[in-house]
């Protein structure tokens, strides 16, 4: 598997560095964000390493990735909704430079996308 020896989330991938595990499977771990910004907020990423979501990320690991995006909001009991963020480049604030997806839920997050300037 494609693994930078720098990149945090890769780490954590290979459990060298723990976090709270919320789903695994061969493909993508989920695990909870160490700053949440919700009551829930929990990444998914690949375990094989990918810059971000524009990076050549095979189909077949977009489809894991979703899936895990559901298991995490049937684990978390998200019934009332949830919303999925990728960060891509700095115009969106991406800080890890390993591609994953933002779960957020257990509040109402309110209608709009950005936050208020
Ligand atoms: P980005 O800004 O790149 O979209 O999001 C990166 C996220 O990773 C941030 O929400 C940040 O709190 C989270 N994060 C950074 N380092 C760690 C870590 O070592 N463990 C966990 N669980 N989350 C991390
Ligand atoms: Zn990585």
Redesign the pocket.
Known sequence: MCQDPNC??CK?AAHE?P??VVYEDDQVIA???????APV?T?VIPKAHYADIADDVPVETMGAMVHAVKEVAAKKDLTQGFRV???KGAD??????HF?M?VLGGKHLGEGLLPEE
């Open positions: 945090i989330f954590i560095i976090s709270t695990f909870d964000d160490l700053n949440p910004q907020h990444l963020i990728s960060n969106a604030g991406q800080t890890v430079m994953h933002h």
